[in-house]
């Protein structure tokens, strides 16, 4: 069949209809993973926002621009936004969007499903939002310990609200990294066999079997808070039979492996871009799938280094401070086979690779008081300090939003057809380096200073009051750098320069396409032979063909060597994920009020169910 012909025929059947009908209904993984990523940034600028206003309180002693109870909720948000609003759910949205193309397919597995985990991202999100706005946001920390959470002392609906908002985030993440899991083993292109999976698919890959096995963790945990508050069963107060420290327990061994669920795809995003602009492979192919594993595995390992002041058994907090030094060992092979790859290659400084190279600096930084805090001395007189606020940014800021950052770079062509400004980038890098660790670094001083977290004034006789003032004032510089960034994106959007298929001469597989890719992604699905498939000309790029033209089809293959094994229907365009996700908003939020929601909540809910798996009679209309 002539290309033209094909193309027609391939967009007649993949492209999304337009109108409204269209986008609400749409399964696309390209436009829903898009409106991942641009939510994600939403939330993440708001965010910002809460942060300056408490640097604004903080910039002098005793000052009264922010309330107590006002300042409970600023800080409650802006560490539970950054942490389940923008910083999980951004990585997964560049999963979403990137993993099926560098793949070699043409959709995401289960693309209906992923339509129904947007959908409920986007209620928890305006649920916390529309609840901080009218006064009633949650108000006990991104952590929400008990008993200061509980019935006993969480008075009203603040607590319920930051408890059920975890539950919306934390099933659309789960049904995101079911997605990625069977999308990576089932369906690469023909020859991708393991050895030859790019790093960042296996980040992702890595990180979706964390996402699988911790985060039950901690909706168990807020199902019990909730469960406590509205029910008024005792899980969590020991006066009948409950456990404080179970709660502890449960949200950081959620907790800690979040912090890698964050870092690992970043990790991933390093390496594609390193091995880019260095014009080489990545040193220690082998060496560096191997630490994202063992970084996975460790990860379920640290969680107590958290509680080394809860009065638990020595012994065991032995055993975790040896942990929590050994996951240094795959992190620091990842830095140095970064850093062989550049010492062997020919390193292009433009604004992605300038964007790692502050991540090195800044995660090595991190990491380093990450060890200080595993020793349970140091880490008993530091704990609830500012020191632990500059070591958590550090390791955060430094370790997923720089290479974050790089990677809206790299890949806004990919998105949007579009480049984004060199120059106005390089600005971008240098305000936000220079502020980020003006801002932060400082704060371990203040920490050692015994400047505690969480308060929202002090006494102008401590000897913090100047710090906090530099503090702010750095801040402004962070603020301007990520102000910038956000008029370049959008400028870029509007009427940036056109990018070229592959502007940076890279070698995976989602520059195989066109940029933007079509809505089938590939017209003729790619062949893979070798580690790197488009280290020659992208036209000398083997395919194969025999998918059908009249249906949604895609191909799927054999766990370890991408053999072909069939062909299989790709469900169409559905507006039943939203109904569902719908349906599952009012059940959680009415769950608030009353428990009796979980019984009639679930009616609606099933009705949505039916309609969505109801047979229609042609195979694409059943997943």
Partial sequence: MEASELHRRLTAIWSTPSGLWGALSTVDHKIIGRRYVTTAFVFLAL????????????????????????????????????????????MQAMAIYLVP?????????????????????????????????????????????????????????????????????????????????????????PGMSLDRIPLFVWSMLVTSFLVIMAMPAIMVASSSLILDRLVGTHFFNPAEGGDVLLWQHLFWFFGHPEVYIIFLPAVGM?????????????????????????????????????????????????????????????????????????????????????FVIGFMVIFVIGGLTGVMVASVPFDTQVHDTYFVVAHFHYVLVGGAVFPLLGAVYYWFPKFTGRMMSETLGRWIFGLIFTGFNLTFFPMHILGLQGMPRRIYTYQPEMPWSGLNLFISLSA??????????????????????????????????????????????????????????????????????????????????????????????????SIWPLWAALATTLMLIWSIFSPWAVVWGSIPLGITLIGWFWPKGVPEDEA
């Avoid at 008075?155 to 930051?162: F, M, S």
């Avoid at 400084?349 to 300038?354: E, H, I, M, S, V």
Wanted: charged share 15%; hydrophobic share 50%; with cysteine.
């Fill in 47 to 90: 965010g910002g926002v809460l942060s300056l206003l408490i640097r604004l309180q903080l910039a002098q002693p005793e000052a009264r621009f922010i309330g107590p109870d006002r300042y409970n909720q600023i800080f409650t948000m802006h560490g539970t936004n950054m942490m389940f609003l923008f910083a999980v759910p951004v």
């Fill in 101 to 189: 193309l560098m793949v070699g397919t043409r959709n995401i597995a289960f693309p209906r499903l992923n339509a129904f985990s947007y959908w409920v991202y986007l209620a928890g999100g305006l649920l916390l939002w529309i609840a901080f706005a009218v006064d009633t946001g949650p108000d006990v920390g991104w952590f929400a310990y008990v008993p200061l959470a509980g019935p006993e002392y969480g008075a009203g609906k603040r607590a319920d609200i930051w408890a059920q908002m975890i539950t919306f985030t934390e099933v659309s993440a789960l049904a995101v990294a079911v997605e990625i899991v069977v999308t990576v083993f089932k369906q690469r292109a």
């Fill in 270 to 354: 390093v390496s594609t871009i390193v091995a880019t602009f260095t014009r080489r492979p990545v040193f220690g192919y082998l060496g560096m799938v191997m630490a994202l594993i063992a970084t996975g595995v460790l990860a379920f390992g640290l969680w107590v280094h958290h509680m080394f002041v809860a009065g638990l058994p020595r012994l065991g907090e032995s055993f975790f401070t040896a942990s929590s030094m050994a996951i240094a060992v795959p992190a620091g092979l990842q830095i140095f086979c970064w850093l062989a790859t550049m010492w062997a290659g020919r390193p292009v400084f433009k604004t992605p690779f300038l």
């Fill in 476 to 573: 402004a510089i962070l603020s301007l750098g990520f102000l910038l960034f956000f008029v370049d994106a959008i400028r870029s959007a509007r009427s940036g320069s056109f990018a070229p298929a592959n502007p940076w001469g890279a070698r995976t597989l989602e520059w195989a396409t066109s940029s933007p890719p079509p809505s089938y992604n590939f017209a003729r699905l790619p062949v893979v032979d070798r580690h790197d498939p488009l280290s020659d000309d992208i036209e000398a790029v083997p395919v194969a063909s025999g998918l059908r033209v009249d249906r949604r089809e895609l191909l799927t293959s054999s766990v370890v060597h991408a053999s072909p094994e069939a062909r299989e229907a790709s469900p169409g365009d």
